[in-house]
């Protein structure tokens, strides 16, 4: 079983450009999520889809950080324009059904914005 | 709200010898508690979990955990050291959602494991 691909594995952007982060979650997961670790902090939670509907994006920093998922399959984390601050770990993860199994993460993209 | 505090962001052991890190929590209700490990290049890999079933927690590579809910911990141990388990390790507590039972999990800062021969 292949796991949850992500990538770029890492990007290197000028701050007031676009990137756009891929997730492959493992194929018949419903549930993905999105999840940020800046230089060295926690982990933070940014959103979470069921199939192709956002259950909760409560952790999505601003308006500049736009998430897709369409026909439920591979997501897309969009930041446009990217600011220093965003500079961090992507991770991406997946579940088939009950959290209480633990999610599969993704390697992770490394964004450093400059 | 949840939250979790790992004690050291560095934690250095000799190879054969003891390993703890800890891992304090806050939670309004019973949690559940998990760690994950991160290896150089890789992703979070869940080590154990706990689920409010048994205290202590065998989990994979001979590291286990003890939920203690007196002194609100879950400190994982493995009592020796690998070379191999030098890697970063995450605790974490879950975070329900009230309405839809969707879970989310809160993390600590993490504490980086260098095992030395």
């Known amino acids: 079983e292949a796991g949850v691909t992500q990538f770029p594995s890492h990007s290197v952007i000028e701050k007031g450009q676009t990137v756009t982060l891929r997730c492959d979650p493992i194929?018949?997961?419903?549930?993905l999520y999105w999840y940020r670790r800046v230089m060295g902090k926690e982990i933070k939670f940014l959103l979470h889809f069921v199939k192709e509907s956002k259950q909760d994006e409560s952790g999505m920093p601003n308006n500049r950080f736009l998430a897709e998922r369409t026909g439920g399959t591979y997501s897309t984390l969009k930041v446009q324009p990217a600011e220093l601050e965003d500079s961090g770990v992507y991770f991406c993860a997946s579940s088939l059904t009950s959290f209480l199994d633990g999610y599969t993460f993704g390697s992770g993209t490394r964004l450093t914005v400059v | 709200a949840q939250s979790v505090t790992q004690l050291g962001s560095h934690v250095s052991v000799s190879e054969g010898a003891l390993v703890l890190l800890r891992c304090n929590y806050s939670?309004?209700?019973?949690?559940?508690l998990f760690w994950y490990v991160q290896y150089p290049n890789q992703g979070l890999q869940l080590l154990l979990k706990?689920?409010?079933?048994?205290?202590l927690v065998k989990g994979i590579n001979g590291f286990e955990a003890e939920f203690k809910k007196s002194e609100t911990s879950f400190h994982l141990t493995k009592p020796s050291a690998h070379m191999s388990d030098a890697a970063e390790y995450f605790c974490?507590?879950?975070?329900?959602?009230?309405?839809?039972?969707?879970?989310?999990?809160?993390f600590g800062t993490g504490t980086r494991l260098l095992v030395s021969p």
């Open positions: 939670s309004s209700v019973p949690p559940y």
């Open positions: 706990y689920t409010s079933a048994a205290t």
């Open positions: 194929s018949g997961h419903d549930n």
């Open positions: 974490a507590v879950s975070l329900r959602r009230m309405n839809t039972g969707f879970q989310k999990l809160v």
